[in-house]
Structure formats: C-alpha cells, structure tokens
C-alpha cells in the first residue's frame, strides 16, 4: 500500500516530486489515497515524457512496452486536473479539478469493480469500444507502479530520438482504414491527424512514425476531427461541401481516389474541451464557465504547436516534411463536383 513515507519511491521521478511539493497537505493527502485506489482497481500508474516536463497516467501499461493504454493523467503544478481519456461511468472525458470531491466519486466508481475484468470494465466505460476495453484486460499480473519500470522516463524532456518519437506517439490512436475513421474514440475534439499510404493493412496497428506517413493536419474548428477529415474526404472524392486544400495536393498523384481510398490510413491525436465552442465569442460572467473557455483557448494553442511537433519529429528522422505537407512538390489540383 502507498504511504506518504513511501510515495517518493513509488512514484520516484524528480519532476513529480517537484509537482507534488507545491501542492497543499490536503492534495497531497488526496493524491496518495487517489494512488491507492487506482493501484487497487488493478491498473498501473506510469511516467512518460513531455515537452511539459513529466506526465503522471494511470491506465495498463507492460513493463516491456513503450505504450499504454491511458484512462487518464495528473496534469498542471499550482492546481491539479485529472484528464479522463475516456468517460468512467458517472465522470465525462475530459479535465476535471482534483480534490477531494473528486476522489470520493472515484472511490465509489470502482467500489467493488476489477478493471481485469471485462464485465466490469462494460459498466464502468459505457462509451468506450469493445477494443479500448479490452486494452485494459490484464488479469494475470499485479498492476505496477512508476518505479516498477524498467526503462523510466528522463527527469527533463531528451533529445534522444528514440524518446522523443515515443512521446509523441503515445498520443496518437492506432491506425485505422480512412473509410472507418468516423469509429475513432474522440473523432469529435480538435486536433492532430496523421494520413499513411500503404498496400499493407495498417489498421489496428499502434501508431509510429513512418516513412510512409504522407499528411499531418490539424483542426480547433468546432465540428473537431471529424469535421475536418470530412472536408478532406469532400475534396478527395469531388462532393460538394466544405473542401481541404492539402487533399488538392493529393489528387494530383492520384487521379483514381477509388485506388487511394482503398491505401488510405488515418490516426488522430485529440485534444479535449470543456466548453461550448460554439459560444467563444460570447461574453462570459460566470467564473467556473470563464475559467472552463480560458483553459480551453490555451488547450487550443497546444493542438497549433503540436502540429509543428510532429512534422519537426518526422523531418528529424527522414529530412524533410511528409511529402503533402511540402507545397512546392506537391501542387494542387482541383476536381469537378459529382
């Protein structure tokens, strides 16, 4: 069991100690018995890297694997938010302030429940597919802490490529077949896409950078990732709506979209709102709803450089940007509307 005479070896990175020594007694009170709650519903808590430092999840990771799959994450120093990845019964996706409230509603969430076991698991993700469920399904080991790792995560953010690549890529879904993408889990927040063109079935594949990722985009429109991938599939086929000008570059490759289409792949790095896009321009008087659109305005930021990332991260490894997001190869052509 956690102790706050034991945590700092549990949880035994130098950037969690610094964020864990500003917060006040009663989080830090609330944090250990969160752990706990967490370690006792089966699933491990785990570091990986950050441009912001070091990041806290827990969800199911192996010791042997560079990914997890995460439920949720420890975020910001002053005044901690727990991000849900993924709706946890009672509790919405997306941040949520740590305290003690917070903490209670978890405790009774997973009163009684074993996040080894799948029918357990159908009632406490209702929205989740039966994939991202069975992620979680690891009855036959003791869930981990930080410290049981083998390879830990760099204090402060590292140049090793390796590192680096693996950070960036935990974000992302597994690949899937661009006519299956509306089945991505969050497709509706903003954020970071990624097209592949291979004649080898990609789908179900965990993401990685790749010589044949061929188109990074990005969105903070209101319809989200969705919205956007539409836009890319308007052009891409000649329907009218809404169009995307880097899929005009595609069709100068590939007049047949039916041939492109049939290679096409797609993963998706979200970004979650707490509030309603849709009123952002309007004047805001309520603390708790300003607070919600400021923080989401700055979320909004972050998905603008992440885009920059990982075309930085794909240049670094191959010497150049995705071949579609190179507008001097890569000229668009236009088609007539069916």
Same mark, same amino acid.
């Given at each position: ?62 010791? !042997?694997?560079? %990914? *997890? +799959?995460? /439920?949720?994450?420890? =975020?910001?120093? &002053?005044?901690?938010?727990?991000? #849900?990845?993924?709706?946890?019964? !009672?509790?919405? %996706? *997306? +941040?949520? /302030?740590?305290?003690? =409230?917070?903490? &209670?509603?978890?405790?009774?969430? #997973? ?15 209702? =929205? ?211």
């Amino acid at each position: 069991m956690l102790t706050p005479d034991n945590l700092f070896d549990r949880f035994d990175r130098h950037g969690f100690q610094g964020m864990y020594q500003v917060w006040d007694k009663e989080t830090q009170a609330q944090f250990v018995r969160f752990a706990n709650i967490i370690h006792d519903a089966k699933l491990d808590w785990y570091f990986i890297p950050s441009s912001n430092g070091t990041e806290i999840r827990f969800g199911r990771k192996d010791q !042997d694997s560079l %990914k *997890g +799959s995460c /439920l949720g994450q420890i =975020e910001k120093i &002053d005044r901690p938010v727990l991000k #849900l990845r993924t709706a946890l019964r !009672d509790l919405d %996706k *997306g +941040s949520h /302030l740590f305290n003690k =409230e917070l903490v &209670d509603k978890f405790a009774i969430i #997973l009163q009684d429940h074993d996040c080894s076991v799948l029918g357990d698991l159908n009632a406490l993700l209702p =929205e989740a597919s039966k994939e991202r469920r069975e992620q979680f399904i690891k009855s036959s080991r003791i869930p981990h802490w930080p410290n049981e790792y083998t390879q830990h995560v760099t204090d402060t953010p590292s140049n090793n490529k390796a590192e680096v690549s693996s950070d960036l890529e935990e974000r992302f879904s597994a690949w899937c077949h661009f006519d299956t993408k509306d089945e991505l889990e969050n497709i509706q927040c903003p954020g970071i896409y990624a097209l592949a063109i291979s004649r080898h079935d990609m789908a179900g594949k965990y993401f990685s950078f790749r010589d044949n990722i061929v188109y990074f985009g990005m969105t903070n429109s209101i319809n989200g990732l969705k919205g956007r991938l539409q836009q890319f599939n308007n052009t891409l086929t000649g329907r009218k709506g809404p169009g995307h000008g880097g899929a005009a570059r595609f069709l100068f490759d590939y007049d047949d979209t039916d041939n492109l289409e049939q290679w096409l792949y797609v993963a998706i790095w979200p970004f979650f709102i707490n509030s309603d896009l849709s009123k952002k321009y309007e004047s805001i008087q309520d603390p708790d709803e300003r607070e919600k659109l400021v923080e989401d305005y700055r979320t909004l930021g972050k998905v603008a450089e992440a885009e920059y990332l990982v075309i930085a991260e794909h240049i670094k490894l191959y010497g150049e940007v995705p071949k579609y997001n190179n507008q001097k190869k890569s000229p668009k052509r236009k088609r007539s509307l069916r």
